[in-house]
């Protein structure tokens, strides 16, 4: 893919994101720079809904700003911790989203595959717990490499972390898809909140959050071509490249 065109679909995300409520004024998006690469395009630190394509910038492996001079965000350290630890994920989603907080701070009660748009949280773990490696004076963010290596030796081989008292960070093979998966975990932790206040929800077997993570990864475009409709955004000739 051309650069031009993976910097755009970053914006694009971005105020996505924040036209779906997942990101407010903080949180954030990345992608690889290209399949291989361990640099990854992202935004300098802003709010994800007012991104364009001249603010999304080239971090190296370590999650420093290659195009030099600009403000970085200062949890790129999770994305730059995920992409080397995982050579399946091109892209990150990092999210303080309401609706799934609540998920990462009450220990007994776990975020599980609830519907079938959610099949993807079927191995969930118990939220990251930064205390264990910032002690209990730290301000939970991940903002150093260490931590960043930390959360994603947390995350494992899943699609979503919860990060306690935080907030939750999702991978996807693509961009749409991680962009799908932190909008989903948003709806997915509105349904199961609701169903917990009428009964006790029966999840999804493993075989059937599995099929149907399988069957949404089919489904990816149709969202992200409704969700671009619905953005106030038109970049220009010679940002679309
Ligand atoms: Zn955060």
Redesign the pocket.
Known sequence: MEISLARLEVAQASRILYAQGVLDA??HVSRRCTAESGAFLMSRSMAPGLVEVADVLVHNAEGEIADGGANPFL?RFIHAGIYRARSDVQAIV?S?CPSVLPFAMVPEVRLRSICHTCGFLNTLGIPFEISQFSGDSSNL??SNGGLGDALARHLGADAVVL?RG??FTTVGASLQEAVFRAIYTGLAAQVQMAAMQIGQPRYLSAGEAEACDRTTAGQMSRAWELWLTQLNYSPTAAEKG
């Open positions: 903080f949180g949890e990092h303080h963010l991940i990060m935080h907030g």
